[in-house]
């Protein structure tokens, strides 16, 4: 049996989690709503503030989806009351980051500057014109827009410029010798 699979979700308190036909899962919280329609083979129920999934017997996909859907289904519970989010840190001379209303500016050595729309889903902060923080509720969206912004200019292992994440370590090459 999945020990993941098999673990009870607890649902804080403020969110609610309702499964309709066909396996819909809604959970709505403080920070807003997100839907996931889990596959027809697990049973979800809800008991007591405890979510629990089952699977119907040992068959390989079965087992393959049992932890899947349970993890699912908690991340949607942890992002509608606490939120996720990615934290991007931009190196180099003359690469900024700037946010004017609801758009993100990114100045990274190309001719021209890229621009990242805000959406309900997606938010973006700028401490400083270094750093960028993605903040979403959806745990894959919110890797999802940080890959992006990361991929307009990804770090060089020469000098290590470039859009890289907090923590993330450089592995750096030792440049020509000349003779």
Not at 1 to 10: E, F, K, L, V, Y
Not at 123 to 146: E, H, M, R, Y
Request: charged share 25%.
């Amino acid at each position: 049996m999945s020990r993941i699979g098999r673990a009870p979700i607890t649902v804080p308190a403020g969110v609610t989690v309702d499964v309709a036909a066909n396996n819909v899962i809604t959970v709505k919280g403080a920070k807003g709503t997100l839907t996931y329609a889990a596959p027809a083979a697990m049973t979800v129920s809800v008991e007591n503030g405890t979510v629990l999934v089952t699977r119907p017997n040992d068959a390989k996909e079965n087992r393959a989806l049992h932890g899947l859907t349970r993890t699912l289904i908690n991340n949607m519970i942890i992002g509608v009351s606490q939120g996720y989010a990615k934290k991007l840190e931009i190196v180099g001379v003359g690469y900024r980051v700037s946010k004017t209303g609801k758009q993100l500016k990114l100045e990274l050595g190309h001719s021209h500057p890229i621009f990242f729309d805000e959406t309900d889903m997606v938010t973006f902060d700028v401490p400083d014109s270094n750093t960028i923080i993605v903040k979403c509720i959806d745990k894959q969206l919110c890797g999802q827009i940080a890959a992006e912004i990361r991929s307009k200019r990804p770090p060089e292992p020469y000098h290590g410029k470039g859009v890289k994440y907090e923590g993330e370590r450089i592995r750096r090459k030792a440049g020509k010798t000349g003779k």
